[in-house]
Nanobody
Framework: VQLVESGGGSVQVGGSLRLSCEAS????????MGWFRQGPGKEREWVGH???????SIADPVKGRFTISRDTAKNTLYLLLANLKTEDTAMYFC?????????????????WGQGTQVTVS
């Protein structure tokens, strides 16, 4: 299994970025896929995810600014970050999870990407 994130970078307040997570090595549609982030001095937090049935959810702190999407033909998960704030500065991680999704169950969150850094200033 490989999860490769890309698309991070430095951006000004109010700017946008699109993160990608390309997955390989497993049957993509059988699993949940999601995004977490960890800011400096903060705990890792759930950002959004897709269940294996295709339903998606986004966390309240970023709702209305972040959009999660996927391209199952490309086995790729996306996260569009818009109207960025300094508090969005974090390492963003892609995760593969066994269904059903439970962002508190780290036994289910069994594969993680290496992360992509987003810095907002």
């Amino acid at each position: 299994v490989q999860l490769v994130e890309s698309g991070g970078g430095s951006v000004q307040v109010g700017g946008s970025l699109r993160l990608s997570c390309e997955a390989s090595g497993y049957k993509y549609n059988d699993y949940c896929m999601g995004w977490f982030r960890q800011g400096p001095g903060k705990e890792r937090e759930w950002v959004g995810h897709f269940d294996s049935d295709g339903a998606s959810s986004i966390a309240d702190p970023v709702k209305g600014r972040f959009t999660i999407s996927r391209d199952t033909a490309k086995n790729t998960l996306y996260l569009l970050l818009a109207n960025l704030k300094t508090e969005d500065t974090a390492m963003y991680f892609c995760v593969k999870a066994r269904p059903p999704w439970d962002y508190n169950d780290y036994d289910r969150l069994h594969y993680w990407g290496q992360g992509t850094q987003v810095t907002v200033s």
